[in-house]
């Protein structure tokens, strides 16, 4: 049995004429109920059309360019002859994005959604780290209103406040005291340094404040408006935020970017004691503990374990697995590795920690592995074992946004999630989580919700230790090479015969390519040494440029600096490097 059924747009809130920017479906398509047939534009946002019912399209009278208003028939369509398992033709667009979009906006439903609460705003954005703030001020210079939701007292989310700022600044102090040690097999002996552990510490909190007050000002001169509180979604337009201040209020949205980040992840036997720290706590260094066991050999974990054992704490680590640093190559982690065994008491890897007990002069920890001890006290236990984003903890479910056990909410291209008008960025939406992921994520979704055709469509991010050595790497790594099959050659330029390297007292670090045996384009590369961080930006450029070897080679660089071993690394893959001799990889 079917009937038949005008199709006409609704309720539109405040618009009146409305272009139409996409038919999504074809005459003669089968739609299920809510499916988008056609979009919308106005100056704020874009909305689609739902099918009224489920049924068969039998005619549409709109193409894109047209303009529509409320009660205006569209199209004619046959009910009750479709069912959910066959879905309408997709739209080119939609065909493209990895996740189906499984929800579509009832602009009706939208606006009484919107009119019920105390605010209002264009573009709400729930969390100000890098992600969040990037996108709200990427959204205001594009011409939104925009709201800036954040629970701390200052914006810079994670990274500006307890992550990559203060870790580098306590890195620097660390790198300094190595630096002025190292010296003195060259003739120069200073003191040993005295540490005023509250001086360093509010050091590094005036370089965070300098920082996040900076945002603040940003925030002002854009008009955003920032609300101190945390965030909960009430509907798919809507969260309600318990406010700093202890009040409420309710803020509807017509769309939002999430970029609520990630959290420490905790172990089950953690007992409550402030001597057992996440990066958080052990970013506090006022007073040093009698000794630091690190759980976890990451990145975050050996950077901070860095740190304390140059401020003289004997430092442990314990890695589960059998290397620092899963991800890196080992050619490249190695020289770090080293150095690390002569700053660090003892490294344990392929070790498990069992349990942790408070004692009186510390926290009492257990192990499984072939090196262990059975047991032993530390002063101080940072838990290093990872991060998880923090999708469940928003709401997510009234406003019908997936979120799987992770924590973590798919996204297309576009940064929409399942939700059209709700995007989601950085930490949230899964690793690599780094905080300039979430920042090009943030621009991205913020040029999407003002109506730009913007894709996230890196080919590359870089990640980088800021250890001493730094440990940087960008695209294909030799162990994702071998793993995965993917034909490559490598080239590799020791800094052993870098003159600056040597200049600088250093002679571990490395410069590796992999190089496309088929032409010559560079496909990743890593680096280790003094200042590799800064050095990958630019293997990285040559990627996203389809650059050769040759590229890298024939671009003069200056001498003598580190960047020259990146176009040494490129010569020796060539057959054209004369600083050292190396058998001929190709000739080109
Ligand atoms: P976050 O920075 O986590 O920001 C999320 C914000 O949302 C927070 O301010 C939070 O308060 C707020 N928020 C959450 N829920 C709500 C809610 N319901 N309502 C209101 N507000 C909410 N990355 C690098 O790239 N380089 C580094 O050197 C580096 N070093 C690091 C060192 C450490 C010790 C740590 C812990 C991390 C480091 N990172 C580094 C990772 C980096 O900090 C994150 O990847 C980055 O901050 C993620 O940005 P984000 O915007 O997704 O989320």
């Known amino acids: ?225 920032v609300v101190h509180g945390t965030g909960e979604f009430i509907s798919p337009n809507a969260v309600s935020v318990a406010l700093a201040d202890g009040g409420s209020t309710t803020i509807g949205f017509e769309q939002c970017i999430i970029a609520a980040g990630s959290a420490p992840i905790r172990l089950p036997f953690e007992p409550d004691d402030a001597r057992v720290v996440d990066s958080t706590g052990a970013l506090e260094i006022d007073p040093l503990p009698s000794s630091l066991l690190v759980v976890g050999g990451g990145i975050i974990g050996v950077e901070l374990g860095s740190v304390y054992a140059a401020l003289g704490v004997p430092v442990t680590v314990v890695e589960l697995t059998n290397e620092l640093m899963p991800g890196a190559d080992r050619d490249l982690v190695r020289p770090l590795q080293k150095r690390l065994a002569a700053q660090f008491k003892s490294i344990m ?68 999630t399942n939700v059209p008008h709700i995007f989601a960025i950085g930490d949230i939406v899964g690793q690599p989580m780094l905080a300039h992921k979430a920042t090009h994520e943030g621009h991205v979704a913020a040029e999407v919700a003002a109506g730009e055709k913007s894709f996230f469509d890196a080919r590359v991010i870089p990640s980088v230790a800021y250890t001493d050595p730094e440990v940087a790497w960008v695209g294909l790594t030799e162990t994702e090479a071998k793993r995965d099959g993917v034909a490559y050659e490598a080239a590799a330029f020791p800094w052993a015969a870098s003159g600056r390297s040597l200049a600088m007292g250093r002679d571990e670090g490395k410069t590796k390519i992999l190089f496309d045996p088929a032409n010559g384009r560079i496909l990743g590369g890593g680096i280790v040494g003094t200042s590799a961080g800064d050095l990958i930006g630019e293997i990285g450029f040559a990627i996203e440029m389809g650059a050769d070897a040759e590229d890298l080679g024939l671009t003069v660089h200056p001498h003598p600096t580190l960047s020259e071993t990146v176009a040494l690394t490129a010569e020796a893959y060539e057959g054209t490097l004369t600083d050292l001799y190396v058998p001929k990889k190709k000739k080109r």
């Open 349 to 416: 890897l392929n070790t498990k920690v069992t349990g942790m007990s408070v004692a009186d002069d510390g926290i009492n920890v257990t192990f499984e592995g072939k090196d262990a001890p059975e047991s032993e006290t530390f002063g101080k236990v940072l838990v290093a074992v990872g991060r998880r984003a923090n999708g469940q903890k928003i709401g997510a479910e009234a406003a019908g946004i997936a979120v799987d056990q992770r924590g973590e909410i798919a996204v297309d291209k576009q940064m929409r």
């Open 1 to 225: 049995m079917s009937n038949k059924q005008a199709i006409v747009i609704p309720d539109l809130g405040d618009f009146g004429a409305v272009d139409v920017i996409e038919v999504l479906v074809e005459v003669g398509a089968t739609v299920a109920a809510e499916d988008g047939l056609i979009t919308l534009e106005t100056d704020k946002a874009t909305m689609d059309i739902p099918a009224p019912a489920d049924g068969t399209i039998t005619a549409l009278t709109v193409k894109a360019g047209d303009q529509v208003s409320e009660g205006d028939v569209i199209g004619e369509m046959t009910v009750g002859e479709s069912s959910a398992a066959q879905p309408a033709e997709p739209a080119a667009e939609s065909e493209e994005a990895p996740y189906e979009q499984t929800q579509t906006i009832n602009p009706a439903t939208a606006a009484a959604a919107i009119s019920d609460t105390d605010q209002k705003t264009q573009l709400l954005v729930l969390g100000a780290g890098p992600g969040g703030y990037a996108a709200a001020f990427r959204a205001a210079d594009l011409g939104m209103q925009v709201t800036l939701i954040e629970k701390h007292a200052s914006l810079g989310g994670v990274c500006l406040n307890v992550g990559c700022i203060p870790s580098k600044a306590f890195l620097h102090a660390a790198k300094v005291i190595d630096e002025a040690e190292s010296m003195a097999k060259h003739g120069i002996r200073f003191a040993k340094p005295e540490i005023d552990t509250q001086a360093l510490g509010g050091w590094k909190a005036s370089v965070v404040n300098r920082l996040t007050g900076g945002l603040k000002q940003l925030a002002k001169q854009r008009k955003v408006s």
